[in-house]
């Protein structure tokens, strides 16, 4: 049976505490990891030719539209996000969706 006063559970307690709040941000949190996304060849066989890129950053919002034809038919669309910087805010990396044709009604 384990048995600890409570003075030296305190201390244990503490030092977890500040050893904790000592180690980097990034040691506490897990990886962030962009969902594994379609391939440009799903993307193309379902009639789509361009893609809606828009900033990583939610406060930023700055987005564009490309051509995708430039990217081989197995890479995938998260394959390219890392690789864009936004021009209006500088911060690296982006979300790549198809850019689906806007529905019409009554058609």
Not at 2 to 24: E, G, H, K, M, W
Not at 82 to 106: H, I, T
């Amino acid at each position: 049976m384990l048995t600890t006063t409570c003075s030296s559970y305190a201390v244990f307690r503490a030092q977890r505490i500040d050893n904790l709040l000592s180690a980097p941000r990034r040691a506490l949190m897990p990886a962030m990891k962009r969902p594994q996304k379609i391939t440009f060849g799903e993307m193309r066989e379902s009639g789509v030719r361009r893609v809606l890129i828009f900033c990583s950053d939610y406060k930023c919002s700055h987005s564009m539209v490309m051509d995708a034809d430039m990217w081989a038919d197995t890479l995938r669309l998260s394959d390219i996000e890392d690789g864009f910087v936004c021009k209006a805010c500088g911060k690296r990396g982006a979300d790549v969706r198809p850019n689906f044709p806007s529905a019409r009604m009554g058609h």
